[in-house]
DNA sequence: CTGTTAGCGCGTTCAG
DNA sequence: CTGAACGCGCTAACAG
């Protein structure tokens, strides 16, 4: 079922099924409704394939590129539900603008951006790797088709960016554990995403702001499995490295620390910084600062419709506070 | 940057690149490598969508569909963490045979399947809704396209299945609380998937095979909000509807029925049929039966390289017994 | 308002 | 082993 037989059932030609289809004003009342009519008695959809192609590189003469049906969503870790909760309100919103989503979640961000770049309308790039200043794949893909990075920042023409404000997060969270006399401050990062650095940053921002140094000791790189959070804890204590508060870069490495931390019999201030479910049925339950994730996925699909001005969207972040905070 | 270019820097036709692409054999191996070198230079990556254009219907000679590059998922709710494993693992796997994913959230499975069905080499169709037995959009569809459906089932050709033995568990559990000498189970059950029905099927098959007939009060679907939840067991109370054990459709919902008969007091067995981090973490840990989704990724990721034999793959489930099962 | 036609980028014949 | 030419389904110019 193509726009060839739908164009042979009306006895019109392609082209006005087309107009139809992309809703070109230049087609009479009468002839829109009975084409309307058989493309939905045929139940057909036009190919989203086949209408990426024409419009690929061409400029029209206005000088603007057309836009095409199809937009790249590039999410290495589908498995947080924060990312997937974003992949799927891109989704809905684009199908509900007759575009559609080609999926990809190669780590190796370079062939991911050229394979997707010049082909799709947008990118939108979510939870990207914290990135070196110049000489970006990145910055060069965004040339030939606007990127859009969640929960990622840089800096350059063509490349819009919306994310949680954990920066800000973290300095608004390590003022309120400085007042309570806690000084040694864990600070676990459980990824080398563009927010784990950013949280870092915090970090450091904090401590400086304050006239404190940062003890290097106290950031530590994990991976984020209960085991190795566990053993890494673990060579803390046996080197007698103190801490009186931990911050984990997500709700799952938080929970993970918690148990270990459970076993040592240790009561702290723990939070996460992303919150979810696990967290709040944790018990004692879980401490977490974090966005509203609706707010995010909207801001996404906002920015995703006004993409030609690349902006900087902080989305608030606020801590759900509770028993790893208060009671410790 | 296309074939077009690639090929004028190496002084070949786009013949002999497309070769190189595909692996065809019938290239020198001087050319092949001076051609790669170009292409890695370039960092080119043909287009996945017009790489599905012009095989799309077209039937090669020997008789054989030529496959196309690009794989359509459908998958309504993403936010199902056991969902968005799947399609990460799909997607995972076709990138690696330098297939592309065409990704539709589309809750109207009818549209989604007909925009896909003849433009994509096959369907993937994760947490169907159960369905009607016959004259079905599905069938149709799998005429066109191979369809795989994850946690469905429909008999049909060209309709693969590949699914959580979530009947069997429901069996099983339900004959292990009888034992305990506990008659009447409650059923909540939170959405319309085929899962679900296939557990409401496992119910009514337990209670028939102990010579018990079930009580339609007992079964009841319920919104899987925290709130409508804790209404309905609270409306169950009121009326006086007795029950001695709770089984959910999913994790989340028993986690909202943990929270809400821990209000009234009332300590039964409770069992999600779904397993999760937060089940993990509530406390009393809830017990859950699940398959290992590792095992159900992998599952399809074969049954996708295999698509011309229909088959149906029935994953097995196990008990995680935990707090809300040992101590109840 | 409508039809005709030229590509979009690629895979695939079929001739060399 | 290689190249020229066609077609995939569709959109956008252009011509009526």
Same mark, same amino acid.
């Given at each position: 079922?193509?726009?060839?037989?739908?164009?042979? @059932?009306?006895? &019109?030609?392609?082209?006005?099924?087309?107009?139809?289809?992309?809703?070109?004003?230049?087609?009479?009342?009468?002839?829109?409704?009975?084409?309307?009519?058989?493309?939905?008695?045929? #139940?057909?959809?036009?190919?989203?394939?086949?209408?990426?192609?024409?419009?690929? %590189?061409?400029?029209?003469?206005?000088?603007?590129?057309?836009?095409?049906?199809?937009?790249?969503?590039?999410?290495?870790?589908?498995?947080?539900?924060? #990312?997937?909760?974003?992949?799927?309100?891109?989704?809905?919103?684009?199908?509900?603008?007759? @575009? %559609?989503?080609? !999926?990809?979640?190669?780590?190796?961000? +370079? @062939?991911?951006?050229?394979?997707?770049?010049?082909?799709? +309308?947008?990118?939108?790039?979510?939870?990207? =790797?914290?990135?070196? @200043?110049?000489?970006?794949? &990145?910055?060069?893909?965004?040339?030939?088709?606007? !990127?859009?990075?969640?929960?990622? /920042?840089?800096?350059?023409?063509?490349? %819009?960016?919306?994310?949680?404000? &954990?920066?800000?997060?973290?300095?608004?969270?390590?003022?309120?554990?400085?007042?309570?006399?806690?000084?040694?401050?864990?600070?676990?990062?459980?990824?080398?995403?563009? *927010?784990?650095?950013?949280?870092?940053?915090? /970090?450091?921002?904090?401590?400086?702001?304050?006239?404190?140094? &940062?003890?290097?000791? $106290?950031?530590? *790189?994990?991976?984020?499995?209960?085991?190795?959070?566990?053993?890494? $804890?673990?060579?803390?204590?046996?080197?007698?490295?103190?801490?009186?508060?931990?911050?984990?870069?997500?709700?799952?490495?938080? $929970?993970?620390?918690?148990?270990?931390?459970?076993?040592?019999?240790?009561?702290?201030?723990?939070?996460?910084?992303?919150?979810?479910?696990?967290?709040?049925?944790?018990?004692?339950? !879980?401490?977490?600062?974090?966005?509203?994730?609706?707010? !995010?996925?909207? *801001?996404?699909?906002?920015?995703?419709?006004?993409?030609?001005?690349?902006?900087?969207?902080?989305? =608030?972040?606020?801590?759900?506070?509770?028993?790893?905070?208060?009671? *410790?």
């Amino acid at each position: 079922m193509n726009i060839y037989d739908i164009a042979e @059932k009306c006895g &019109v030609s392609i082209a006005t099924v087309s107009r139809v289809l992309n809703n070109n004003p230049n087609v009479s009342a009468a002839t829109r409704e009975r084409i309307l009519a058989v493309i939905n008695e045929a #139940n057909y959809t036009p190919s989203a394939i086949a209408r990426n192609l024409g419009n690929g %590189s061409a400029v029209s003469v206005g000088g603007s590129a057309t836009p095409l049906p199809a937009v790249g969503v590039l999410c290495t870790d589908l498995t947080d539900p924060r #990312n997937a909760a974003v992949v799927a309100a891109v989704e809905t919103h684009l199908r509900n603008k007759g @575009k %559609s989503v080609l !999926l990809s979640g190669d780590p190796c961000e +370079e @062939k991911a951006l050229s394979a997707l770049a010049g082909h799709v +309308e947008a990118i939108v790039y979510i939870d990207p =790797p914290a990135r070196p @200043k110049a000489d970006d794949p &990145v910055i060069a893909v965004a040339t030939a088709t606007p !990127l859009l990075l969640v929960e990622g /920042y840089v800096n350059a023409p063509g490349v %819009s960016c919306v994310r949680a404000d &954990v920066r800000g997060a973290v300095i608004e969270l390590i003022q309120q554990i400085l007042r309570r006399q806690r000084r040694r401050i864990l600070m676990l990062v459980g990824g080398k995403t563009c *927010a784990c650095s950013e949280m870092v940053g915090g /970090y450091e921002d904090a401590y400086a702001a304050a006239g404190l140094t &940062v003890d290097p000791e $106290l950031v530590i *790189a994990v991976e984020n499995t209960p085991e190795q959070v566990n053993t890494c $804890l673990k060579r803390l204590l046996i080197n007698r490295v103190t801490f009186d508060a931990v911050l984990c870069t997500d709700s799952v490495l938080a $929970l993970s620390a918690q148990k270990a931390l459970q076993r040592t019999g240790l009561n702290l201030p723990i939070i996460g910084l992303t919150d979810s479910l696990a967290a709040r049925c944790s018990s004692p339950a !879980l401490t977490c600062a974090d966005c509203d994730i609706d707010a !995010l996925c909207r *801001a996404v699909c906002q920015r995703l419709d006004t993409l030609s001005q690349a902006e900087d969207t902080l989305i =608030p972040t606020h801590l759900n506070e509770r028993d790893t905070f208060r009671h *410790a």
